[in-house]
């Protein structure tokens, strides 16, 4: 029993000790609009924007931050049509409003919060 108690103690102390799985969350970039327009995530989250393959092209495209929380420098993407990919690790929790430059109609919003 001693034993038994024993594994099941330092499995779970295994268990607390490894480190988090980085979280991820994909965007599409479609023909004038971001697909999720709203997210909320937890810092340190990577941000994935994924515009169409080849077969699928439309319009130019970037992602640009036009307004983050306090002491976040701006960021911005290429601008793309087809088969591209922008990431951005999200670390300070808050509001990041993102647009694209070429159509401003085209906005997303994503809401950073510290993990509970």
């Known amino acids: ?23 991820t969350k994909k965007v599409q970039v479609g023909d004038n609009y971001f697909l999720d327009s709203s997210l909320r995530v937890k810092k340190g989250t990577t941000v994935v924007w994924r515009w169409p393959g080849a077969e699928a092209a439309g319009d130019v495209h970037d992602v640009t931050l036009k307004k983050g929380p306090k002491g976040v420098k701006k960021f911005a993407s290429e601008a793309a049509s087809s088969d591209y990919s922008f990431r951005r690790k999200l670390k300070v929790p808050g509001q990041y409003r993102i647009v694209c430059t070429l159509h401003e109609e085209m906005k997303m919003t994503i809401r950073v919060r510290r993990p509970s």
Request: hydrophobic residues 80%.
């Open 1 to 23: 029993m001693k034993r038994l108690v024993l594994v099941i103690v330092a499995g779970v102390a295994l268990l607390c000790a490894a480190p988090a799985v980085a979280a």
